[in-house]
T-cell receptor, first 112, second 112 residues
Framework: DAMVIQNPRYQVTQFGKPVTLSCSQTLNHNVMYWYQQKSSQAPKLLFHYYDKDFNNEADTPDNFQSRRPNTSFCFLDIRSPGLGDAAMYLC???????????FGPGTRLTVL | QKEVEQNSGPLSVPEGAIASLNCTYSDRGSQSFFWYRQYSGKSPELIMFIYSNGDKEDGRFTAQLNKASQYVSLLIRDSQPSDSATYLCAVIGGGATNKLIFGTGTLLAVQP
């Protein structure tokens, strides 16, 4: 089945220790997104890639970076996680911009 | 004014009843409207999308859109306890950003 896969599903890191979250997709979609979702809040868009074109939201902290080495994979790097970065990180894809977005299962990040 | 507004709930309905979830949006140029279901600790799952004024039915779910009133709703017929979740309304706004804007969601509780 075509799908969006995220690894790991649960990640525990220490304050200030870099962490990388990964997302892969078999849908062959052009657009990939990273969202952050905290408890009882709406998902908050961090970045998106339209093919290789990177788009950073204005309020995404500098601590967060992303890479998309090919169509199938996208990574979220958190350089120095703080306690406030503990959240669910969601990867989503869409065929084109403004198309329906499909979400992966998410990675729950805990910062100790 | 929030861009996409939903009543946070909880909305409690008895099993077998119709659950009615409502959403308003502020961008009159919005073209695409989505309902996602999110179980606690899980990622959003697409339930329905609607682009045109009127009703769209899929099984027990009906989405209703009224662009003049900037209002979109989701009806769930014959509600089941397994429908208990947070329902996120999301809108792709007008203009060039094509950004998906989420409401904070309505918690639905279906009582057996």
């Amino acid at each position: 089945d075509a799908m969006v896969i995220q690894n790991p599903r649960y990640q525990v890191t220490q304050f200030g220790k870099p962490v990388t979250l990964s997302c892969s997709q078999t849908l062959n979609h052009n657009v990939m997104y990273w969202y952050q979702q905290k408890s009882s809040q709406a998902p908050k868009l961090l970045f998106h890639y339209y093919d290789k074109d990177f788009n950073n939201e204005a309020d995404t902290p500098d601590n967060f970076q992303s890479r998309r080495p090919n169509t199938s994979f996208c990574f979220l790097d958190i350089r120095s996680p703080g306690l406030g970065d503990a959240a669910m990180y969601l990867c989503a894809t869409s065929r084109q911009k403004a198309d329906t977005q499909y979400f992966g299962p998410g990675t729950r990040l805990t910062v100790l | 004014q929030k861009e996409v507004e939903q009543n946070s709930g909880p909305l409690s309905v008895p099993e077998g009843a119709i659950a009615s979830l409502n959403c308003t949006y502020s961008d009159r140029g919005s073209q695409s409207f989505f309902w996602y279901r999110q179980y606690s600790g899980k990622s959003p799952e697409l339930i329905m999308f609607i682009y045109s004024n009127g009703d769209k039915e899929d099984g027990r779910f009906t989405a209703q859109l009224n662009k003049a009133s900037q209002y979109v709703s989701l009806l769930i017929r014959d509600s089941q306890p397994s429908d208990s979740a947070t329902y996120l309304c999301a809108v792709i706004g007008g203009g060039a950003t094509n950004k998906l804007i989420f409401g904070t969601g309505t918690l639905l509780a279906v009582q057996p």
